[in-house]
């Protein structure tokens, strides 16, 4: 049988010959209504929005016939991620920059399969927030610029480069995994006034699997 036969009354009729001078004879079925095969009536998709430390959940769609029983399984990148079989999924570390799916099984009663696979979604970068302090000093004095690249728990130690900047001046510092994204970036002395101090973050070698880059708000310094 086909899909085409879906919905159709089906019979079979057996006819039987014997030797010669004996005359055929046929016997036909009761005839029986073929169950269609069962197809997916309203896309699966993701409900939710998708991102890190995000939760998001399995849209299972519609099916036809029914009744059917469903059951999930997420995918990054197309590949099953182990255990994640519930209708809802916390987006992981491991899914930032992949390509995030749910594929809906469907069984019928009379045990025909079928599955649909939501369209993919990837899962963005994370833009940390990046928070500068630097304290008041004396003219003359040099300034110290704390700096601290938060990406939520992302990554704990960021890779890359810091740029603070106060008036005209740039003072650009390497950060490290010792650091473990907080920084210290020596400013140069500054004459008398008021001045605007910002911060911008660049990730480099892994961190740019998982983090943009960012700036920090301005902050206001006085120099006395």
Same mark, same amino acid.
């Given at each position: @049988?086909?899909?085409a036969?879906?919905g159709?009354?089906?019979s *079979? &009729?057996v006819?039987?010959?014997g030797?010669a ?6 016997v036909?079925?009761?005839? /029986?209504t ?6 997916? /009536? ?5 409900s939710?929005?998708? +991102? ?5 959940w399995?849209? &299972?769609g519609?099916?036809?016939p029914?009744p059917?029983?469903?059951s999930?399984?997420? #995918?990054r990148?197309?590949? *099953?991620? %182990?255990g994640?079989? %519930?209708?809802s ?13 749910? &594929? ?5 009663a009379?045990?025909s399969?079928?599955?649909s696979?939501s369209v ?12 500068l302090? /630097?304290p008041?000093?004396?003219a +003359?004095s040099? #300034?110290?610029?704390?700096v601290r690249?938060?990406s939520g728990?992302l990554?704990?130690?960021?890779l ?14 390497t @950060?490290t995994?010792?650091? *473990?994204?907080?920084t210290?970036?020596? #400013?140069? *002395?500054?004459?008398?006034g008021?001045y ?5 973050? &660049?990730?480099?070698?892994?961190s ?5 880059g960012a700036s920090?708000?301005? /902050?206001?310094v006085?120099?006395?």
């Open positions: @049988m086909t899909a036969d879906g159709t009354r089906l *079979a &009729r006819t039987a010959r030797g001078g004996w005359l055929p004879t046929s036909t079925s009761t005839p /029986v073929v169950v269609p095969p069962i197809t997916n /009536v309203t896309r699966v998709t993701i939710g929005t998708v +991102g890190y430390g995000r939760t998001v399995a849209k &299972r519609e099916w036809s029914g059917v029983s469903t999930v399984q997420w #995918l990148d197309g590949v *099953a991620i %182990a994640a079989t %519930a209708s999924y916390k987006v992981a570390k491991s899914d930032v920059g992949k390509q995030l799916s749910v &594929r809906v099984t469907a069984r019928g009379d045990g399969v079928a599955r696979t993919q979604t990837k899962v963005p970068r994370v833009t940390p927030t990046v928070k302090s /630097v008041s000093v004396t +003359g040099t #300034l110290k610029a704390t690249v938060d728990g990554v704990t130690k960021p890359g480069s810091v740029a603070v900047t106060i008036g005209t001046k740039t003072v650009t510092v @950060m995994a010792t650091h *473990a994204g907080t210290t970036v020596t #400013l140069p *002395a500054q004459a008398r008021s605007k101090v910002t911060a911008v973050y &660049r990730p480099t070698s892994s740019t699997t998982y983090l943009n920090s708000s301005a /902050v206001s006085k120099v006395t």
